[in-house]
């Protein structure tokens, strides 16, 4: 049977039942009716997968683990699909020189999804908490076509000594009560020709270099649909930043 969804936005009951199966008289009747809640709204718009990434310099099981993540984010055009951020805690290795570079905001984040041994990865928030090993291409796929419910306009500029961004978030449906904030993140790549740690590895995507709207992010302006929210950041330009090397991951979450 083919059902009809409703086209009026907010939230919808939608009961399925069963009567008779099978020709006959059900014997359990209390569990014949499922009523889940849909939230129909119109406009959404294609979103990335946040993939938060935790890693150390000095952890062994993040170096036999991070390459086979990296791949499958490189292949089948996941590249194109996912906003993937590496954190560094302070451990195994304290001497980690990208938690070195960001102890505050590093630990932060860590402490935010209470992570607790690496590596570890977070899709989209609190989706799915597992070892990068776990993650697989259905994972991505099924992530993707979940739709996003905030639009993001707007990019950034690269002057001599400093990073502009100026976005402009749009709400596509009302967020109510929910405490919804804006995260705004420089990333960067690196590959080194000698390991900056004891694990080995040479190659470091998407390090999170700094976090523009700060650890907590910065409250969305307004939580009614249509609300919008401007953001016009600075960020001083350190000496090591390659800005070819340089990505902005840009999300909501609450």
């Not at 935790?54 to 194109?80: H, I, M, R, S, V």
């Not at 009614?224 to 960020?235: P, R």
Request: proline fraction near 6%.
């Amino acid at each position: 049977t083919i059902v009809q969804l409703p086209n009026t936005e907010g939230v919808q009951q939608l009961k399925i039942w069963t009567t008779n199966p099978n020709g006959k008289t059900d014997e359990q009747p209390a569990n014949d009716l499922l009523t889940v809640s849909i939230d129909v709204v119109k406009g959404l718009q294609q979103r990335l997968v946040l993939l938060e990434h935790f890693t150390n310099t000095g952890c062994g099981p993040c170096a036999e683990q991070n390459p086979d993540l990296e791949a499958l984010l490189a292949k089948d055009g996941n590249d194109k699909k996912v906003a993937h951020i590496t954190y560094h805690p302070n451990f195994p290795s304290a001497d980690d020189p990208f938690y070195l570079a960001n102890t505050q905001q590093n630990t932060d984040r860590l402490n935010y999804y209470q992570v607790t041994g690496v590596p570890n990865v977070h899709l989209a928030g609190i989706q799915k908490n597992d070892s990068p090993a776990s993650i697989t291409q259905e994972d991505i796929t099924m992530e993707y076509y979940r739709p996003g419910e905030v639009s993001i306009d707007g990019g950034y500029t690269f002057g001599e000594t400093e990073l502009s961004v100026n976005i402009t978030l749009k709400n596509l449906k009302e967020f109510g009560t929910k405490n919804m904030v804006a995260h705004v993140i420089v990333t960067q790549n690196y590959a080194f020709g000698t390991a900056p740690g004891s694990n080995g590895e040479k190659v470091f995507p998407h390090v999170m270099r700094q976090m523009l709207t700060g650890s907590n992010g910065t409250a969305l302006q307004s939580n009614a649909k249509n609300g919008e929210t401007k953001l016009a950041l600075k960020y001083t330009l350190p000496d090591d930043l390659v800005e070819k090397d340089v990505e902005i991951v840009y999300f909501v979450q609450n």
